[in-house]
């Protein structure tokens, strides 16, 4: 019998390791232009890249992107390489949506930034409340502020201090959800830079698909907000239980605190998003990233109610800064962008091709992963799938915790990437864009099987 420490995520740790070194050399081996480019330019950079979490990438060095188009990448060693890493960025929909890249070039012409608003500004909203439902809508630049300006609002109508979140939840860089729960408790997550403020006295953090968690802290009377993804997907993917976000929305109602849903990724999940497919009742809806094709943009949206609320409250509070907005936020060239993308490439055809990929490949991964005997499995909400490497389904953050194997998952990225597959770094999350080919999807099934054969032969 092998030693059980020495056995990870199914797989012999020595054979991971072996691995894991020839996968590296043979990318560092293939990149001699990328590896000299970076050498002559990335030491002005802070640690060498211009965006601390390029340095999350597990290769030994970052690629350099030539270009990008649909669902393809190619770095400057000229290597193609298929991007199935859309579903963190603004690219879910594909790199340069054609429709989206002509709004570009036209509204070039007439300005880029100004402080007013467009007759593009005027159908983006009508666009807007078509896809996603009757809300009333304000323009920021990225998810995390729109999260943000969400809940100010939630705290000036309801008078209430706190936020509730879900363990191992992701909104951004939303100070107020950088908790987590550690036996029970709300503590602030040990690893922020240059925190000095106890989040837990403006936040609370609950279980994911635990409702008694949920309404403990509710019975506080201290919560203005339950900010959540209807799809845990910033962790390894955990999936609602039946009728917990029916209970969520009882409960927020039942005790004064406002809904939002952040639809973030889960826009992907089908036309309107999760909130459209599967029927939730958000009093704010936030999207962002991939809603104006990859222009820097996010909407939020007030139910009416809410709305109506939030105008009063503004109309008798103090004059001076509100601490809402941002200088750069709701200009033309989001509005062209903005209105491109919804009137025509988030589409009901696009979503069904992403939906009907996405499904080919969650059965073609599942396959190879009973084929070998792994202890994984995979999951999948619309476009968007995930392999875990652990047993599953899980069912709340803390689960997802212990299913990250960040050693095994770094050896996998890079062996797939060295077969032409890239996928997001932070787990193993993979998305379908309408601009994905059944051939790449397939690649990458192949590419899997053939890891996933040598690490468990
Ligand atoms: C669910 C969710 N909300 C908000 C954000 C923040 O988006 P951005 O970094 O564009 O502000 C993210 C980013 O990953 C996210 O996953």
């Known amino acids: 019998m092998p030693n059980p420490t020495e056995i990870i995520a199914g797989i012999a740790r020595s054979r991971l390791k072996t691995i894991a070194e020839r996968e590296a050399r043979r990318f560092a081996a293939a990149r001699p232009k990328t590896r000299a480019a970076l050498e002559a330019g990335a030491g002005n950079y802070l640690d060498r890249v211009p965006m601390h979490w390029m340095k999350d990438w597990p290769m030994p060095f970052p690629m350099l992107v030539a270009k990008a ?40 012409k007439n300005g880029l930034t100004y402080m007013l608003p467009t007759e593009a500004a ?10 996603f439902g009757d809300f009333k ?11 943000r300006f969400a809940l100010r609002v939630a705290r000036a109508v309801s008078g209430k201090p706190k936020v509730l979140v879900f363990n191992g939840c992701y909104h951004g860089t939303v100070d107020d959800a950088m908790v987590e729960r550690q036996n029970g408790r709300t503590v602030t997550r040990p690893g922020l830079t240059g925190q000095v403020t106890d989040l837990a006295e403006v936040a609370a953090c609950a279980e994911f698909n635990d409702l008694a968690s949920v309404e403990a802290e509710l019975k506080t009377g201290q919560i203005a907000a339950i900010l959540t993804e209807p799809v845990m997907t910033n962790s390894c993917m955990v999936l609602p239980d039946p009728g ?35 029927g939730l009742d958000p009093d704010i809806f936030v999207v962002g990233k991939c809603v104006a094709g990859g222009m820097p943009t996010a909407a939020w949206g007030l139910r009416p109610k809410v709305a109506t609320d939030y105008l009063a409250f ?22 062209a962008c903005l209105r491109a993308t919804l009137a025509e490439v988030m589409t009901k055809d696009a979503y069904t091709h992403m939906e009907k990929g996405a499904e080919r490949l969650c059965s073609g991964l599942s396959e190879v ?20 490497c652990a047993p599953g389904p899980l069912r709340n953050g803390s689960e997802a915790a212990m299913a990250h194997m960040p050693e095994v998952e770094a050896t996998l990225h890079t062996a797939l990437l060295n077969r032409g597959c890239l996928i997001a770094p932070f787990h193993n999350m993979m998305l379908i864009s309408p601009a994905t080919k059944k051939r790449q999807i397939d690649r990458l099934i192949g590419a899997f099987d053939e890891i996933l054969t040598e690490l468990f032969a």
Request: net charge neutral; with cysteine.
């Open 244 to 278: 917990f976000h029916d209970g969520l929305r009882k409960l927020a109602t039942q005790y004064g605190a406002l809904l939002v849903i952040d639809e973030t990724h889960t826009i992907s999940s089908g036309l309107g998003g999760y909130t459209a497919v599967h």
């Open 69 to 108: 188009a649909g669902a393809r990448l190619t770095d400057i060693d000229g290597y193609g390489i298929d991007d199935f890493c859309l579903g963190d960025t603004g690219s879910m929909f594909g790199h340069s949506p054609a429709p989206v890249a002509k709004a570009i070039r036209k509204q070039a």
């Open 314 to 335: 503004n109309a008798g509070r103090a004059s001076g800064h509100s601490g809402m907005g941002t200088t750069l936020s709701a200009n033309p060239m989001q509005f």
């Open 369 to 388: 992963i009973s084929r070998v005997n792994a202890p994984w499995h995979v999951v999948r909400v619309g476009a968007r799938v995930e392999f875990v």
């Open 137 to 147: 809508w304000q323009i920021a630049m990225t998810a995390t502020d729109a999260n």
């Open 122 to 131: 005027l159908e983006a909203g009508a666009l807007l409340t078509e896809r």
